[in-house]
Every structure is written in structure tokens, then in C-alpha cells.
């Protein structure tokens, strides 16, 4: 495992691992975007830097601001600001292109930052990608609660702590919706998805399909796979999916 490393953004440091490729061959770097409440040593993104490693292919991991290893309060994230974390780090540590993989709001996030670099993103992989989920993720009377400012506090199923949302995290979402129109990114996309997700609708990652201006995007929807999608076999439908990509 890389170690972990810093990087200054508005006066915070941000935790990262990035992992040089073992020879400059032009192939893009992975770059992981996990998801809410997540850092970037989950079992998805370790697994996949360990298959980084055995093929000297060049990844960068990090936490968002306020999560993780990374200063800063989570309450005070937004998804504004998360995006330009990860803009930040890839203008600072990477040359070159990148091959985005966003796990759940991860793939919101990876949207958002391909609409703002998209000449430098060789593709995307998204794992139960959740866009837009402030809007169809929540109840009219929490919608309600946070119109208001009130902060959401929730039983999480994979943390000890409380799953929070913020009035400003809401705000950001909302301001950030990609799935009303057209999405003109033009760079491969695949899309993997659990049909037994309790969380985020697989119909969510066939809407974002629809969306994207790319000709090449592919869905691939897993019948038994959760949300996590992080037993054996989707670990290795995931590093099959990301090297074909690599690979070209």
C-alpha cells in the first residue's frame, strides 16, 4: 500500500495515495472517488490498487475534505466542494489523463468532475452511481427539513456514526443535478450496478446511460449485487471492467 500523503487546498490538507505508474506509457491514471461517508481505503479502491500495482498502472486515491484522514469537518462538505478536492489534486499530481471510477455519490462527483476537465477523462466507471440523489433520495417532509436548514441524522447500515446530511450538502446536490438533460461528455462509460440495491435504484445508472452524450456507454447490471457490489465475484467484475478500459 502507498503511503499516505498531503496536499494544501484553502487551507486544509487534503489525505491522499498515488500510486506512479511503473513506466510512462501514456495510459491514463485511475482516480477513485468513493462514496458518502467513505474513504479512499475501502475494500473497492484497495483491491483496485493492489490490481494497479501488479500492472504498473498509475492510481490516485484520496479522502474529500472532512472525511477520512483529510482535515476539516464533514458537516462542512458539499458536493462543490468535494468536486473541486478531487479537481485539485489531479491538476496538482497527475499528468496526463485519468480514467474516473465513482462509487455511489462517487459517481455523481465523477460526472461533475468530467463536466469541468472533459479533454483530460479517458473514461468512467461507475459502481451504483447515485447522480442527483438529493432530489430522489429523500422524503417530501426531509426535503422540507432541509429547505428549512435542518440537518438530517440517520441509523446508517455501514457506519457506527449517524448518516448526516447537511442544509448546505442538499443545496449543493440540488444545484448540481445532471439527469434533467443531456450530459455532453463523449468519453467510455460503464456503468455497474446491484438490481438488489436497497439503496440506490438500479434504474438510476440506466437513466445516467441515457443521459450521456457518449455513443459508447454500457450498463451492466448485477441481479444479486447490493450496493456495495463488493463480493469476489463483482471485485473481479469491476478490475475486468476498468482494465478493458485501460487497455483500450
Request: charged share 25%.
Amino acid at each position: 500500500m502507498t503511503d499516505i500523503r498531503y496536499l494544501e487546498r484553502d487551507g486544509k490538507r487534503l489525505a491522499y495515495r498515488h500510486r506512479s505508474a511503473a513506466a510512462q506509457t501514456g495510459k491514463p491514471t485511475i482516480v477513485f472517488l468513493p462514496g458518502y461517508m467513505s474513504d479512499m481505503d475501502g475494500g473497492k479502491a484497495s483491491a483496485l490498487d493492489d490490481w494497479a500495482a501488479s500492472t504498473g498502472t498509475a492510481m490516485l486515491r484520496l479522502d474529500y475534505s472532512g472525511c477520512g484522514a483529510s482535515d476539516g469537518a464533514f458537516a462542512d462538505g458539499t458536493l462543490d466542494s468535494w468536486r473541486d478536492d478531487v479537481l485539485h489534486l489531479i491538476e496538482e499530481r497527475i499528468e496526463g489523463p485519468v480514467l474516473l471510477v465513482g462509487s455511489s455519490m462517487g459517481g455523481w462527483l465523477m460526472v461533475l468532475v468530467a463536466m469541468a476537465i472533459p479533454a483530460r477523462v479517458a473514461g468512467m466507471v461507475g459502481i451504483a452511481a447515485a447522480p442527483d440523489f438529493t432530489a430522489w433520495g429523500f422524503s417530501d417532509r426531509d426535503r422540507a427539513k432541509l429547505a428549512r436548514g435542518e440537518t438530517l441524522s440517520a441509523p446508517s447500515e455501514y457506519f457506527d456514526e449517524p448518516y448526516i446530511t447537511t442544509p448546505g450538502f442538499w443545496l449543493s446536490g440540488e444545484a448540481n443535478r445532471v439527469l434533467g438533460g443531456s450530459i455532453g461528455l463523449i468519453c467510455p462509460v460503464r456503468l455497474l450496478h446491484g438490481q438488489s440495491d436497497s439503496d440506490v435504484p438500479w434504474e438510476i445508472s440506466v437513466q445516467l446511460a441515457e443521459r450521456l452524450a457518449s455513443p459508447d456507454v454500457q450498463v451492466r447490471l448485477v441481479k444479486d449485487g447490493d450496493h456495495r457490489l463488493s463480493r469476489d465475484q463483482d471485485i473481479i467484475m469491476l478490475l475486468t471492467t476498468v482494465a478493458g478500459l485501460i487497455e483500450g
